[in-house]
């Protein structure tokens, strides 16, 4: 019942899950990082979300230019086609500032030093694809622009979740803030009471919310009552037809 996070876990760490007894506890090993807050400069922020796609162009703090994109990452198999439409939302961004310093990309999914270890955008990449094409997609396609434009430009990558609580600990003025995102799916992050993302796996989607019997089962986890089925668009697609609201099923929607 269990082989989800088995799997899960595997893909994370990149070796075979096993558990092993312990005489002692391991030493904890922690890897705060003190990403974001930085206004000045050409900057761009992209957010990969499994409807539609967002991206920003940012001169000292003010954007210059917003662009959102409809598009079917969940349901797409080709790697191809996702990465060009990160490619294109990155150059549509830099074409509205004179230069580029840095790339911040908002992400669903686990990322280990920017790389894509477990993503719920990428479900229908085949796994040899998604380990050639897809762990470094992100800093693929920052390299395609910067080999365009001349120059490095850096990236960090990180999930939904970190962004969220970093932009609520900036909001708020305050450390110690925990952040969830409710999109596509659910994402949550934490940053500590220095301001520092802690690369921890602040994986929530999957925790139980709902003991019903008859909760809706996520499609991913097999796990029932879970809360990606409830703090995201799933929900909202649950209840409408509930409260009198009928979807035109002509729209985007996640399962299309």
């Given amino acids: 019942s269990r082989a989800f996070d088995q799997d899960f876990m595997a893909g994370v760490y990149e070796r075979p899950f096993e558990v092993v007894s312990c005489a002692e506890l391991p030493a904890e090993k922690s890897n705060p990082q003190a990403i974001g807050r930085h206004l000045d400069g050409c900057r761009i922020g992209f957010d990969a979300g499994g409807s539609d796609r967002k991206v920003s162009a940012v001169i000292d703090g003010k954007s210059v230019f917003s662009e959102e994109v409809v598009w079917f990452p969940k349901t797409t198999a080709d790697p191809d086609y996702h990465f060009q439409g990160i490619v294109d939302a990155f150059k549509s961004a830099a074409a509205h500032m004179p230069h580029v310093d840095a790339i911040g990309v908002s992400s669903a ?50 999930n939904d979740g970190d962004v969220t609580a970093l932009a609520g600990a900036m909001g708020l003025e305050c450390g110690c803030v925990m952040g969830m995102a409710m999109g596509t799916s659910e994402a949550v992050g934490y940053v500590d009471r220095d301001g520092n993302v802690l690369g921890w796996l602040n994986e929530l989607a999957f925790a139980p919310v709902d003991l019903n019997e ?21 929900a909202v697609i649950k209840l409408a037809p509930r409260a009198g609201i009928q979807l035109d099923e002509s729209l985007t929607r996640r399962r299309s």
Wanted: a negative charge; proline letters at 3%; aromatic letters at 12%.
């Fill in 109 to 158: 999914g686990i990322y280990i030093e920017n790389r894509a270890m477990v993503a719920s955008l990428f479900l229908k990449v085949p796994k040899d694809e998604f380990d050639k094409k897809v762990k470094n997609i992100y800093t693929r396609a920052a390299e395609q622009l910067s080999s365009q434009l001349g120059y490095h430009i850096p990236v960090v990558v990180a």
């Fill in 214 to 234: 008859e909760a809706m089962v996520d499609e991913w986890s097999t796990d029932r009552g879970v809360g990606c089925k409830y703090f995201s668009q799933d």
